[in-house]
Structures are given as C-alpha cells and as structure tokens.
C-alpha cells in the first residue's frame, strides 16, 4: 500500500502494482531529464494543465526509480499503464504534489 505521508503513490504497470516516490535523489534525476525549466516550472505545467507527455513520463520514471525500481524510460514505452495516459497524468500530478506537500495538507 502507497503511504501518501511519505509521498508515494501507487502505479499498475503491466498489471503489477509499483510505489513511486520522489526521493532527492528521484528529484535531481528528473530535473536533469527535463527537457526545459526547473522543477518550480513542471509544477507550474501541471499546476496549469499545459504539461507534456514527456513530463509525465520523465515524472513517473523518477517516482519508481525513487521507489526502487530499476528500468528505464524506455521500458515504459510499450508498458500497458492502469487508467492510460489519464491514469498516468493522475498519478504524475498527485506524486509532483505529494512530493512538495507539508504533513497533513491535502494533496
């Protein structure tokens, strides 16, 4: 089970169940994939719903990577994600928020 105080969130990849989390090291990982910006702008995309595709994968590839996971961006490139492209957005913005939420602020 994702525990959302430590900001994790749950993710069905090719129906087996991952915990993402954005780890500092997760963080330095995913602002070095980013295509443009800091991380202040990917909230600010989500934040506004001007997002890419390549911000939410480059997001979901830092949430597992922070919760142990191994692969690459590429191993997601053909990976069946629970709820599509909406469930991948969903879980990219709630891990984003997660990540800069203080304990017990809603996310």
């Keep these: 089970m994702a ?8 993710l069905v990849i090719d129906d087996q169940r ?9 963080l330095a990982e995913l602002e070095g994939a980013l ?5 202040v702008d990917l ?4 934040e506004t719903a001007t997002f890419s595709t390549r911000d939410v994968l480059a ?3 830092a949430g597992l990577r922070g919760g142990g ?3 690459a961006a590429a191993d997601l490139m ?15 913005a709630e ?8 304990p017990g602020e809603a996310s």
């Design 3 to 10: 525990n959302p105080y430590a900001g994790e969130v749950a």
């Design 18 to 26: 991952h915990v993402m989390r954005l780890t500092l090291g997760a």
């Design 35 to 39: 295509q443009a910006g800091t991380l």
């Design 43 to 46: 909230v600010q995309r989500f």
């Design 59 to 61: 997001l979901i590839v």
């Design 69 to 71: 996971w191994q692969g």
């Design 78 to 92: 053909s990976a069946r994600i629970e709820g599509g492209a909406i469930g991948a957005a969903r879980a990219a």
């Design 95 to 102: 891990l984003l928020a997660r990540a800069f939420a203080l």
